[in-house]
């Protein structure tokens, strides 16, 4: 094979020339991917066929003649076929050929090789196009047929890294997207999202041409019925094959699917809505999730990297009148007692970011029927305290680290085992601060590496209530404990070093589960139970924040904020700014749920650097990348101590703002709690905001004070806290661009 990016094969052979086999041959040679492409099969009319379409090159129709020479052999035979044409091939494939095949189930193709050849050669490298069609034969080979289409590979301990890499370029060559996973795995995942629906297919065609009015039944079926059934005019040898190899896989998959079917005959039966409501409205939610997936555009994708990159040039003012998304510490808060409480409860305002709709699945999947989102309406059908039930796998959380500490309180305290888990930076997040005092309440929690996730709690534990004091202010580890207090005998006891967002102490009240407040003392008594109520979410202040700051340091703006949430414990940006000279006024203060809201003015006006007070530090700590902003385009110098808690969120934010803010060129010093910040002009320059969502917008809001553009790479994540972030800045005057590639 010939060096470059896209592989050069001498001899490429595709045995069996139906229409994947078919496809790739052509795909091949349109691609300029092999000198000679070879078609092998044993009916001679595909071959003449192939040949005439310009599909091949040569043919052969033995298989043992057809592999002497080839560098790149590929099977694209019934899977049951397979054995044979290994053992006719054996004695004349080359040792350095790569050897693959196309066949939707790997188990089967891997013992067939290994009993064939004795053992599994290193250049065998079985593999899955995630494509195809309901039409069949070489003359429905198409060149484009895998373009935008997954490819499995399905390599080995044993295989040889370099013929996996070159088989992994000549199915990018051919423009399908390239993905690994173990053998077995793919079985598994294969029976349950293809095998299963193609026989659920088959048999309902079936059973329904089997009816006496089988003709009405037909004419008149829906676009539902035909796209549904299409996939059973699939050929029916293949998979009669495929579900004969692929037998395990499929029957364990087929029972489960039966007993849920079974459980929908009995909620229709039984007239049982609530039991339909909740299988289809997590039905759902899961289709949209997975629709989302495909499109790269979900929290969870364990298969697919899209790195998103900004770039943000000098705007002009900030002007407009707009509503950011609702609070996501709320928003996960909401859905989380909503579900534990009685009755249903109304949320007006949910974010619908990614973090926020992890949440929301975790409890769809522990039984929770919720209805939407839908423009931020969500309708939760409690289930009360004990009402949960075991999901079928780990809960996944996204990127939040605000889900992973309340849920590790609030699953201490299950009947059944949980494991947590999150997305690759949530997994180097600390989580001893809220394992270490949920032990000593009864709990039993194993962590990873460090006291990092997943984090896998034991079920059936007594939970005893406890007077702790926090080392250091967290809102999420005090709410964690609090909600495992709901469940402990006794009183839990909060006591805080600084006082930290209430909204979790506020949302109990406002359920009916009372909390007390004694200066630093948070304490409730388990053994209660919360009420449904309507919650409405206020906007976001911390998605605020980067408005707020963008108008304060940008001349000429004049900038609107409504229905911003101020709680008390959530303001401290607002009271930092104000001492930089910052001209923010409230107006219409009012609440909402419980909580305070108002309608935010900022205007220009110029800052000046403070040393800013401590006392401000946890009421402002998620806002701080944005202040950093702030302090840079402040004339002096901006002091921030004790905030050593930021250096453990998404990233360590006090070190990777520092490194953005030294690329542009402002002066800076980093220390252990925090750093100074020396105002004045900067230019633009290219910043990795190392996958954390505010200091991907904090530097895209210091654009309009720069002298270039600022590239800001792996922004992906801005979707979980502030979906629909660039757009709504390039309204009010910001510029962004966004590109991506899919990696």
Not at 202 to 208: A, G, I, P, Q, R
Not at 254 to 273: C, K, M, P, V
Not at 487 to 515: C, K, Q, S, W
């Amino acid at each position: 094979m010939a060096g470059g990016d896209a592989p050069h094969f001498r001899r490429l052979v595709v045995i069996g020339l139906g229409l994947i086999g078919g496809s790739l041959a052509l795909a091949a040679r349109q691609n300029a991917l092999a000198a000679t492409v070879v078609g092998c099969d044993e009916r001679q009319q595909s071959l003449d066929e192939g040949l005439a379409l310009g599909i091949i090159d040569e043919v052969e129709p033995d298989p043992a003649q057809a592999v002497a020479g080839a560098d790149l052999v590929v099977m694209a035979v019934p899977v049951q076929a397979n054995a044979e044409v290994l053992e006719r091939i054996r004695g004349t494939l080359p040792e350095t050929a790569i050897l693959t095949d196309v066949g939707s189930v790997k188990g089967r193709f891997v013992a067939d090789v290994e009993h064939a050849f004795g053992h599994l050669p290193a250049n065998v490298v079985p593999g899955h196009p995630i494509a195809g069609s309901e039409k069949n034969g070489v003359g429905a080979a198409s060149a484009s047929l895998f373009e935008r289409h997954k490819v499995i590979l399905t390599p080995s301990d044993s295989t040889d890294s370099t013929a996996l890499s070159i088989l992994a370029a000549f199915w990018s060559a051919c423009g399908a997207e390239v993905l690994t996973m173990p053998v077995a795995r793919h079985d598994e995942v294969l029976a349950a999202t293809s095998h299963l629906p193609h026989l659920i297919a088959f048999s309902l065609v079936d059973t329904l041409a089997g009816e006496e009015d089988n003709q009405d039944i037909f004419r008149y079926a829906a676009g539902g019925f035909r796209d549904f059934t299409r996939i059973a005019a699939s050929d029916p040898v293949m998979w009669r094959d495929i579900f004969l190899s692929n037998r395990d896989a499929v029957l364990e998959v087929l029972t489960h699917f039966s007993q849920d079917l079974d459980q929908l005959r009995g909620a229709i039966e039984s007239g049982d809505g609530r039991r339909l409501l909740q299988v289809f409205t997590r039905a759902k939610a899961a289709r949209d999730h997975f629709s989302r997936m495909l499109s790269g555009e979900a929290y969870l994708t364990t298969m697919n990297n899209e790195s998103v990159r900004y770039r943000a040039i000098a705007g002009g003012p900030v002007r407009g009148d707009i509503r950011v998304p609702g609070d996501k510490s709320m928003s996960h808060r909401a859905i989380m007692l909503g579900a534990l409480a009685d009755g249903i409860t109304e949320v007006e305002g949910f974010l619908e970011g990614e973090d926020s709709l992890a949440t929301l699945q975790a409890f769809r999947d522990m039984g929770v029927t919720i209805e939407g989102p839908e423009r931020g309406f969500v309708r939760i059908h409690g289930v009360g305290l004990h009402g949960l039930q075991q999901p079928h796998g780990p809960l996944y959380l996204g990127n939040s680290g605000t889900a992973m500490r309340l849920f590790a309180g609030l699953m201490a305290a299950q009947s059944f085992d949980a494991e947590l888990t999150g997305d690759e930076s949530l997994t180097r997040r600390p989580m001893e601060r809220v394992a270490t005092p949920l032990r000593t309440m009864g709990a039993r929690i194993d962590t990873a590496e460090g006291g990092r996730p997943p984090l896998r709690i034991t079920g059936n534990q007594r939970l005893k209530g406890i007077d702790y004091e926090l080392p250091v202010a967290s809102a999420q580890v005090k709410s964690c404990l609090l909600l495992a207090g709901l469940y402990a005998e006794g009183e839990t006891i909060i006591t805080e070093p600084a006082p930290t967002r209430d909204h979790t102490e506020r949302m109990l009240n406002g359920f009916g589960y009372p909390v007390a407040r004694e200066g630093a003392k948070a304490r409730l008594r388990g053994g209660g139970s919360l009420t449904a109520m309507p919650i409405d979410v206020p906007a976001d202040i911390s998605s605020a924040t980067f408005f707020i700051v963008a108008a304060a340091i940008t001349e000429g703006s004049d900038l609107w904020l409504r229905h911003v949430g101020v709680n008390p414990t959530r303001i401290g940006v607002i009271n930092i700014l104000r001492q930089m000279g910052a001209d923010i006024s409230l107006h219409d203060e009012r609440e909402a749920g419980g909580e305070p809201v108002a309608d935010l003015r900022i205007r220009y006006a110029p800052l000046s650097g403070i040393r800013i007070p401590e006392d401000q530090v946890p009421l402002a700590i998620d806002e701080f990348p944005a202040i950093f902003i702030a302090a840079a385009n402040a004339s002096g110098r901006t002091e921030l101590t004790g905030a050593a808690e930021l250096r453990v969120k998404e990233s360590d934010r006090i070190q990777v703002m520092a490194d953005g803010l030294g690329t542009l060129g402002v002066t800076h010093e980093v220390r252990d709690d925090g750093i100074v910040i020396e105002g004045g002009p900067y230019g633009g320059g290219r910043v990795d905001s190392h996958g954390d969502h505010r200091i991907a917008m904090a530097f895209a809001v210091a654009a309009l004070r720069a002298s270039g553009p600022i590239d800001i790479d792996d922004c992906a994540n801005v979707a979980t806290s502030f979906p629909g972030f660039v757009e709504l800045a390039n309204q009010v005057g910001l510029s962004i661009q966004v590109s991506g590639e899919t990696a």
